[in-house]
């Protein structure tokens, strides 16, 4: 069964670097959305991207957050300059049309900084 | 701004027997859908059971199904034959029918643990 897959499943990085945390979408889907969850919190919306652009983002979603395709079939979230607070699990998933009702998600990366 | 409410933290039950996770949302939409995802230990979401606002039939999946009270704005879920592995966190998530993002808005979630 098509899935979708994240990489790393746990990052550590030091506060203030850069990380770029990895999905690979299931492939004929067509949106792509991030999700956080602070540790004991609900899951939250970062952003969504279709036709390789973002078509929404959250408040939590600011500069310092960045999304590409840049292949195809990678879907990367970057985070600039990792704060203390970025340490949460971050999910991908994706949908494989418009009036799709079901997101798939991937098994989530955790990112602890430190 | 569509809001998603679970007041139970923590449930417990035992094995085989029910269970029913509550739920509450308030949204100005007349069209939407409403979903229940399981977040087990290893921390990934999987759907559980999903239902669409424009049909008055209560939606079932196995062991799994849900009492959906719109003009409520209800959404509860109930597990019948509970067993050891529906041990997990389970949240109440709702999408705008008519959005392009189709984004999910979660609750805070309920721990279920089912005991022995």
């Known amino acids: 069964e098509p899935e979708v897959t994240q990489t790393p499943s746990h990052q550590v990085t030091q506060m203030g670097q850069e990380v770029i945390l990895r999905c690979v979408p299931i492939?004929?889907?067509?949106?792509f959305y991030w999700y956080r969850q602070i540790l004991g919190q609900k899951v939250e919306f970062l952003v969504s991207?279709?036709?390789?652009?973002?078509?929404?983002k959250s408040e939590i979603f600011d500069d310092q957050f960045s999304v590409e395709r840049p292949d195809g079939s990678n879907f990367t979230l970057k985070i600039r300059s990792t704060k203390l607070e970025d340490s949460a699990m971050y999910f991908c998933?994706?949908?494989?049309?418009?009036?799709?009702?079901?997101?798939?998600f991937g098994q989530g990366t955790r990112l602890t900084v430190v | 701004a569509q809001t998603v409410t679970q007041s139970q933290p923590e449930m417990s039950v035992q094995e085989a027997e029910t269970v029913t996770l509550s739920c509450t949302y308030d949204t100005s939409e007349n069209n939407y859908y409403l979903f229940w995802y399981k977040q087990p230990p290893s921390r990934q979401m999987i759907l559980v059971i999903r239902?669409?606002?424009?049909?008055?039939q209560n939606a079932t999946e196995n062991r799994f199904s849900v009492n959906f009270q719109k003009a409520a704005k209800s959404f509860s879920l109930k597990i019948s034959d509970s067993q050891l592995g529906d041990t997990a966190m389970y949240f109440c998530?709702?999408?705008?029918?008519?959005?392009?993002?189709?984004?999910?808005?979660f609750g805070t979630g309920t721990l279920l643990a089912v005991q022995p």
């Open positions: 239902q669409e606002a424009y049909k008055q």
């Open positions: 998933a994706s949908s494989p049309v418009e009036a799709s009702t079901e997101a798939f």
């Open positions: 492939s004929n889907h067509l949106y």
């Open positions: 998530a709702f999408m705008k029918r008519s959005g392009a993002t189709n984004k999910l808005i």
């Open positions: 991207f279709y036709n390789n652009e973002i078509s929404e």
